[in-house]
């Protein structure tokens, strides 16, 4: 059964700073992985998805890198802001299940000014 | 577009009561999903349709019936509500060629 860490649970940094949120997965049999943002009250939002073929991807001031055969992915966040302050949360889809999302616990980060 | 809709936002339901949530989209998405988020755990997937009049289970069924009756909705019932069962519901949908799912601003459900 596939299981999906999220470390740390929470995280605070003060504005400015780069920093790397952490995504650990049991089974490396995956198609892929999504990384989503979810604000207090709000739906999740995904950011970014990389195919199990790929290593990374980029969208303005992240990027996600993937290592399926040691099963981890990593967040990169450069620049912080407290825009930026939110709960991080990765899925992976495993092969054989045609929908299914497997979720982390998420990482709460906060942006101090 | 709206994207997706959850109603209602907030409901509050004794033990033993039933009701129907209610998730729609507006983007002719083929997929729709139900998933409930609890302190602590990931969301977790209840149920799931691939498409108008279909529907399969999903890691956490017992107790909750969905139907798509309508390719823009997708609906959750609880026939009779538990303590158990507090949590909130996410809906979500996507394209079946695209792996991006959409979600709803979800529903907040308490059982006393």
Redesign the interface.
Known sequence: KQEVTQIPAALSVPEGENLVLNCSFTDSAIYNLQWFRQDPGKGLTSLLLIQSSQREQTSGRLNASLDKSSGRSTLYIAASQPGDSATYLCAVRSTGTASKLTFGTGTRLQVTL | NAG?TQTPKFRVLKTGQSMTLLCAQDMNHE?M?WYRQDP??????IH?S?GEGTT?K??VPDGYNVSRLKKQNFLLGLESAAPSQTSVY?C?SRFWTK????????TRLLVL
């Not at chain 2, 792996?99 to 979800?106: I, L, M, N, R």
């Open positions: 997706v997929y999903y602590g755990m990931g969301l977790r997937l799931y691939v399969a999903g890691e996410f979500a792996e991006t799912q959409y979600f709803g601003p979800g």
